[in-house]
């Protein structure tokens, strides 16, 4: 499946040390379908331990929530943490549609909730959103704070994001695209070229991403995971391509003015992904 492998290159731009966190290029919650937009959040980790010791959490999720969170990790010193190619669980439910899980880029930032912002580290930050805004070709303005797309979340604290993303905008503009400029990456295309098939009765990593898109273009009703142990993340998280879920994609097909066979093909993966 198509991920974003491109990620830890973009990163480097910014002059900030990048680790690659081992087994980057494969992690996420099956691929990143889309790039709209970028979440600014901070971990509410740990005062101190280090410059990024929130890294397990981030990578492994924690209790009632799996890994990965976020793509990217930012270390008080502005090191960056490449940490997932793939979808994150970073934002939902997102107030807007540019910054769903699936149509989002996550960047945790090492901070306890409350601790001043470091300069260096607050400048990687302007930086890595800058240059993921060239890589994906998006305004300054869908850069958002995780407050800003989501009403119960506070983070990242005491950073005014009309600045954040004015200074943001400065970097887009002032520095020449890389390699030229020209067209973006083709990874869309390349997700279209590798869908799977997929039918009633399969078992396998790819159904959770069926899931995860329907829930994410508002098909789910609650009713569908309101007796599924763990409730909707047990939901989201089967594998298995269900009868129920075939209704659901039914569904989706018909309202999509799709032959309604309840397999998902080249026909239903471009309006689930939103290609
Ligand atoms: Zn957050």
Not at 203 to 227: I, M, Q, S
């Amino acid at each position: 499946m198509p991920f974003l492998t491109r990620l830890a290159d973009v990163a480097r731009r910014t002059g900030y040390p990048v680790t690659e966190v081992s087994g980057w290029r494969e992690r996420g919650h099956g691929p990143q379908p889309e790039v709209q937009g970028i979440v600014c959040h901070h971990t509410a980790g740990p005062a101190g331990g280090g410059d990024y010791p929130s890294l397990a959490v981030v990578r492994d999720g924690r209790p009632g929530l799996d890994g990965p969170l976020s793509h990217f990790g930012l270390g008080r010193s502005g090191h960056i943490y490449v940490i997932a190619a793939g979808r994150c669980w970073h934002n939902a439910p997102s107030t807007s549609d540019f910054h769903t899980n699936s149509r989002s880029l996550g960047i945790e930032a090492e901070n306890d909730g409350s601790q001043p912002w470091p300069a260096e580290q607050l400048d990687a930050y302007r930086k890595l959103c800058a240059e993921l805004c060239r890589e994906f070709g998006l305004p300054a303005s869908r850069v958002k704070a995780h407050r800003e797309v989501n009403t119960s979340k506070p983070d990242p604290h005491s950073i005014d994001m009309d600045d954040f993303r004015a200074a943001v905008a400065a970097l887009v503009d002032g520095q020449p695209a890389p390699g030229g400029g020209g067209a973006g990456p083709s990874w869309t295309e390349d997700i279209v070229k590798q869908l799977p098939l997929i039918r009633r009765g399969d078992d396998n990593f790819d159904v959770k991403t069926v899931r995860g898109c329907l829930f994410a273009r508002g098909r789910v009703p609650r009713a569908a995971y309101a007796e599924v142990a763990d409730g909707l993340e047990g939901w989201l998280n089967s594998t298995v391509y269900d009868d129920q879920l075939v209704e659901l994609v039914r569904e989706f097909q018909r309202s999509e003015g799709l032959d309604a066979d309840g397999e998902v093909g080249p026909q239903t993966w471009p309006p689930l992904l939103r290609l």
